[in-house]
């Protein structure tokens, strides 16, 4: 072969794995990671770490006295979990998955709630009635907000500047100014409202009423409760499609979960699944809802596609995940 045919084939043969490398590369990056679903265990002082992608536990790691609430910052690869009798919350490093730091917070923390960024995060405490306000950087409480009697469930709407909270023994849902941490508006729902579901086009804020077995459907744009669901019994928590076309309740003493069409708003379906449902969440696709089931110490995995639970998976003792706890990576 000549000198400058051969010269011609390798460069061609060195073009050729350039752009396979290249497109290699390409596809890893487009390929994001699987979400994570984070189990606070509330019997065993642990978390679970749940692969979405397998179905399976990872890892379970020792988190605090009592863990019950958990929020993720979907951008500062934290998770912050309330522990109600340790009366601090613990910040998880999500990249080492080691406890980086125990805050202490008031008497009776339950319901937490955080920013995307994670830089601040919101504490209820249900015996003090108020929410605190954490810097999680400083690992110290930055200012107290005065809120109802035993307040439980929060989100926080970054693009609205808001603050969401439930009360469960005042019947109210209370709106909050993140930038000047005051509250808006006090809107009445139904009875011991505790678990809080936002839409996806933050218009729409769910309260879930343990007592009254039913859920508030509040307008934001108005605050006022809209309309009013009946579900199970002793509904506990919620959670909304990511394209905003269904509502899941768990209901604690059903040990079922309500799936509710939100176009025409009522119950389409109801689903069994362990003992006492509490936390629900999503996986971003909205294919798959994760249920903590605190009787039995599992996680009933189910299928949106045709509502049949596909897996049920062994947790910790009083699976419980109080927030929204499944990454969004």
């Not at 606070?40 to 988190?63: E, G, R």
């Not at 080691?98 to 923390?109: C, D, E, K, M, Y």
């Not at 009254?212 to 002793?234: F, H, P, R, Y």
């Amino acid at each position: 072969m000549p000198k400058h045919s051969c010269l011609a084939w390798l460069k061609a043969i060195k073009l050729i794995a350039f752009f396979l490398i290249f497109s290699s590369a390409i596809s890893g990056c487009a390929t994001p990671q699987p979400p994570h679903a984070y189990i606070t265990n509330q019997l065993s002082d642990d978390l679970s770490i749940i692969d979405t992608a397998t179905q399976q536990v990872i890892h379970t790691i020792p988190i605090g006295n009592r863990p019950v609430g958990i929020a993720i910052s979907q951008q500062g690869q934290r998770a912050f979990i309330t522990n109600s009798e340790g009366v601090d919350v613990s910040v998880l490093d999500l990249n080492t998955l080691t406890v980086i730091a125990h805050i202490p917070v008031g008497a009776g923390p339950v319901g937490i709630a955080t920013n995307k960024a994670g830089s601040l995060v919101y504490v209820a405490d249900w015996y003090q009635h108020t929410v605190s306000v954490i810097d999680p950087a400083e690992e110290k409480i930055i200012t107290s907000i005065p809120v109802g009697k035993s307040p439980a469930g929060m989100i926080v709407d970054d693009q609205s500047h808001r603050l969401y909270v439930a009360n469960r023994d005042d019947n109210t849902v209370m709106i909050i100014d993140t930038d000047t941490n005051q509250v808006l508006h006090s809107i009445a729902v139904g009875t011991a409202p505790f678990g809080l579901a936002l839409a996806p086009d933050n218009n729409t804020l769910y309260s879930v009423n343990v007592g009254s077995n039913d859920v508030s459907v509040i307008d934001l744009k108005s605050a006022m409760q809209t309309n009013t669901i009946n579900v199970g019994e002793w509904p506990y928590c919620a959670v909304v499609s990511p394209d905003n076309s269904h509502l899941y309740v768990t209901n604690q003493d059903d040990s079922t979960i309500s799936i509710i069409d939100l176009i025409n708003p009522s119950i389409i379906q109801t689903i069994d699944v362990g003992d006492s449902p509490e936390g629900i969440d999503i996986t971003p696709d909205g294919q798959f809802l994760y249920v903590t089931n605190w009787g039995d110490g599992t996680v009933s995995v189910i299928n949106t596609d045709n509502y049949q639970t596909e897996k049920v998976i062994k947790t910790g003792t009083g699976s419980r995940a109080f927030g929204l706890f499944i990454s969004h990576d």
